[in-house]
């Protein structure tokens, strides 16, 4: 058994009864598939720009910093095939120029939001056809920087086959655009 593999199999077993110990508000039982990468190793770039390329109807994304080339395009060609794109990006670290792509992806069409709302719009996340029963929902310490990608210690969890985590992401997805404001041109 691969490593990712055997990792993702032993989290999938164990997670229940951690949640359930804790005493987690939201324990879903462990029927997902579930792939893990890392960096430096594993091209995470890549993946996030697969699973979006996949995308058939939407594609959420809540950034912290994004400025990531090859991501941007992964998102401007669904566009390109009519996804509806939306993106949630910290807007402290917008102010800051850490989000780049947010005015030419709102200029194209995506609908954009910046979070203000809390100290830091932290979550790094690609909700992929959240409403669809083939939905992936990507999240973990992974900023959509080429940074990350070279030179940082980092990780993404890709989730998919689970509906009831799906939504708990999409949920949450909906609960932070609405404490954000819409991206408006300076």
């Given at each position: 058994m691969k490593p990712n593999a055997w990792l993702a199999a032993l989290v999938l077993a164990v997670l229940p009864a951690v949640a359930q110990a804790r005493g987690?508000?939201?324990?879903?039982?462990?029927?997902?598939?579930?792939?893990v990468a890392f960096t430096p190793g594993d091209d995470i770039?890549?993946?996030?720009?697969?699973?979006?390329?996949?995308?058939r109807e939407n594609v959420r994304m809540?950034?912290?910093?994004?400025?990531?080339?090859?991501?941007?395009?992964?998102?401007?060609?669904?566009?390109?095939?009519?996804?509806?794109?939306?993106?949630?990006?910290d807007a402290g670290e917008f102010a800051d120029g850490g989000l780049p792509w947010l005015i030419p992806l709102a200029r194209a069409g995506a609908?954009?939001?910046?979070?203000?709302?809390?100290?830091?719009?932290?979550?790094?996340?690609?909700?992929?056809?959240?409403?669809r029963a083939g939905a992936s929902v990507v999240t973990g310490s992974y900023n959509f920087t080429r940074?990350?990608?070279?030179?940082?210690?980092?990780?993404?969890?890709?989730?998919?086959?689970?509906?009831?985590?799906?939504?708990?992401?999409?949920?949450?997805?909906?609960?932070r655009r609405a404490e954000s404001r819409p991206f408006a041109e300076p």
């Open positions: 987690a508000v939201n324990a879903h039982p462990a029927c997902a598939q579930v792939q770039e890549a993946l996030i720009v697969r699973r979006i390329a996949a995308a809540q950034a912290y910093l994004f400025t990531n080339a090859r991501i941007a395009r992964a998102l401007f060609g669904a566009l390109h095939r009519k996804v509806a794109v939306e993106v949630i990006g609908r954009v939001y910046l979070d203000a709302s809390a100290a830091a719009s932290h979550n790094k996340i690609v909700i992929v056809d959240g409403d940074a990350a990608q070279e030179r940082n210690a980092e990780n993404v969890v890709v989730i998919s086959g689970n509906r009831a985590i799906t939504d708990r992401f999409v949920a949450n997805f909906l609960a």
